[in-house]
């Protein structure tokens, strides 16, 4: 789970592992943002400061490991 992911310039690798049924719209739309769309999707994205913030959001529902 990801918590208290902070920016830098590093590249983030974030993975859904729970599905959106039952939780906030709020929650839904940001993992929608993220670009996933289904659990075991991943992405990558950059550790900026906007993406950080998603993150915070649904620390829940998302793994976040550092792309190698």
């Not at 859904?16 to 709020?26: H, L, P, S, T, Y």
């Given at each position: 789970m990801a918590?208290?992911?902070t920016p830098s310039d590093a590249q983030l690798e974030i993975t859904?592992?729970?599905?959106?049924?039952?939780?906030?719209?709020?929650q839904r739309e940001?993992?929608?943002?993220?670009?996933?769309?289904?659990?075991?999707?991943?992405?990558?994205?950059?550790?900026?400061?906007?993406?950080v913030g998603m993150l915070n959001t649904v620390p829940h529902l998302v793994n976040v490991e550092e792309a190698k």
């Open positions: 918590k208290n992911v859904q592992i729970k599905g959106v049924i039952g939780a906030k719209q709020n940001t993992l929608r943002s993220l670009g996933l769309k289904r659990i075991g999707h991943t992405v990558v994205r950059t550790a900026d400061a906007v993406t």
